[in-house]
């Protein structure tokens, strides 16, 4: 199986944001649509990603600057200050065992699809596992019934 197989069952619905986008309307956006992260584009090219990991991490450092001393609001904090401005990415070819290893390797859940410098979509772990066991599950029926039905 590979990444554009997941691609096409998940389909490739896109939440982005601008590096200038609040941090506050990124978080809405992603807690509105149940999801993990956001695209942050450029000028129409992949400039990082968003995820609740970074949320935290922005928000622990104001924190503990807070403590050292009088900072800017976190209302003025933008998604730029916050997002991974170099992920992981993948093309739509790699084999999703590939995917699962580079994806551990690499610390990431989220991880966007390009093919070349159009973004196709964005694959997390989730459906990187959902795919697996669909597949494993369908690998069981069919060996199932060909030991059922062996021929005698």
């Known amino acids: 199986m590979q990444v554009k197989d997941v691609l096409r069952i ?65 209302a003025d904090i933008q998604v730029g200050e916050a997002m991974h401005d170099d992920p992981f990415v993948t093309d739509p070819e790699m084999d999703l065992d590939d995917l699962r290893s580079r994806m551990i390797e690499h610390h990431a859940r989220y991880v966007p699809v390009m093919a070349g410098e159009t973004l196709l979509g964005v694959i997390s772990f989730h459906d990187v596992a959902r795919a697996v066991l669909e597949e494993k599950n369908f690998e069981n029926r069919m060996l199932k019934d060909y030991i059922k039905n062996w021929p005698a």
């Not at 896109?14 to 990124?26: K, Q, R, V």
């Not at 999801?35 to 922005?58: C, D, H, Q, W, Y």
Request: aromatic share 4%; proline share 8%; net charge positive.
């Open 10 to 74: 998940k389909g490739n619905t896109l939440f982005t944001a601008t590096p200038e986008t609040p941090l506050s309307d990124g978080v809405v956006t992603m807690a509105d649509n149940d999801i993990g992260s956001l695209v942050v584009m450029r000028n129409g090219k992949l400039a990082g990603m968003l995820t609740f990991r970074e949320v935290i991490a922005v928000l622990a450092k104001r924190q503990k600057e807070k403590r050292a001393g009088p900072t800017p609001p976190i």
